[in-house]
């Protein structure tokens, strides 16, 4: 084995400490997600028209769904024998100890995302799967951060391996090269993330709604599922399956990428948001309407 060659890896993932207060790399890296989806999505509202004010209450919403539908989906589907007790439940309200589950953040955006269009969709003329089709664009390059937060914090690595990249994680005790899994993850959200952003700007005009969503679900999570392979086990449980937790909730959203596919090309719906249809009724002007009223 090449342990000349293996990154020997033992970063604090604590930036400072003020008192009690720690402000750690995964945190900043988590919220960093945020501001540049801001920041794409005036992009994405200018060029659709749209009132800017729009985005703060989307913000707001993304937010909230992110971190509970995150905290919830760890605590339910991978510690639920601990969370679920009558002396740890109210732990499940501390996300600060750690523990996010992806595939529940990505259930709780989904439901902000409803929320958000059933309030203001209708008026501004568009819907959820519009909507979505722009977020998983940001969500993309969200993900490759979150991931480098889990470098930071050694954690969810890979099995053993004698590749020269291998990471030893001396802050958890390892002494053998691990697969660094958080950076072949954070790799395939940064390249997702670049196709779809190229694709929006040059290629819109080339494909259909729902075709941006189902090449993110198909990309994220298909790469999760293969990475998953070579990942150590997260919880005790999952060591006797043949496949992990992981995978499981990877296949729904992988079978949901290619329905909305098919979907795009056999619907044919335009990717960009298309102005209200206007009937050919005129109103007669008010004199007229005043005269008609007289009569009576």
């Known amino acids: 084995m090449l342990d000349f060659l293996s990154v020997v890896w033992n ?16 945190s900043l890296l988590f919220i960093a997600g945020f501001p540049l989806g801001y920041w794409l999505f005036i992009k994405f509202y200018k060029r659709a028209g749209l009132d800017e004010k729009l985005l703060e209450p989307l913000l707001y919403a993304l937010l909230i769904g992110t971190i509970v539908g995150a905290r919830l989906g760890h605590c339910l589907f991978y510690e639920s024998s601990y969370f679920l007790t009558a002396e740890h439940w109210t732990e499940i309200f501390q996300p600060w100890k750690g523990g996010l589950a992806s595939h529940g953040g990505a259930i709780g955006v989904l439901l902000a995302v409803w929320w958000y269009t059933a309030k203001y969709g209708r008026k501004w003329n568009f819907d959820m799967l519009w909507l979505l089709d722009r977020l998983v664009i940001a969500v993309a390059f969200a993900g490759c951060f979150i991931r480098l937060g889990n470098l930071f914090n050694s954690e969810i690595y890979g099995d053993v391996t004698d590749l020269p990249w291998g990471f030893i994680f001396a802050l958890r005790g390892e002494t053998l090269p691990k697969h660094p899994t958080q950076i072949y993850e954070a790799l395939t959200y940064l390249v997702l993330g670049l196709i779809l ?5 040059k290629r ?3 494909v259909h709604k729902g075709w941006f969503l189902g090449v993110f679900f198909i990309g994220c999570f298909g790469m999760r ?3 998953e392979f070579i990942k150590e086990p997260q919880e005790g449980f999952e060591e006797n399956m043949v496949l992990n937790m992981g995978q499981l909730l990877s296949i729904p959203f992988i079978v949901a990428g290619v329905w909305f596919i098919v979907r795009s090309i056999v619907r044919k ?22 005269k008609e009223s007289v009569s009576k």
Request: charged residues 25%; proline residues 14%.
């Open 11 to 26: 970063v604090d993932p604590i930036i400072c400490k003020i008192g009690p207060v720690a402000l750690r790399y995964y």
């Open 197 to 201: 952003l190229w694709t929006y700007f």
């Open 204 to 206: 819109i005009d080339k």
């Open 225 to 227: 599922f293969l990475i």
């Open 269 to 290: 719906e335009p990717s960009e948001r298309t102005k209200p249809v206007r009937t050919n009724y005129c109103p007669p002007p008010k004199s007229a309407r005043k």
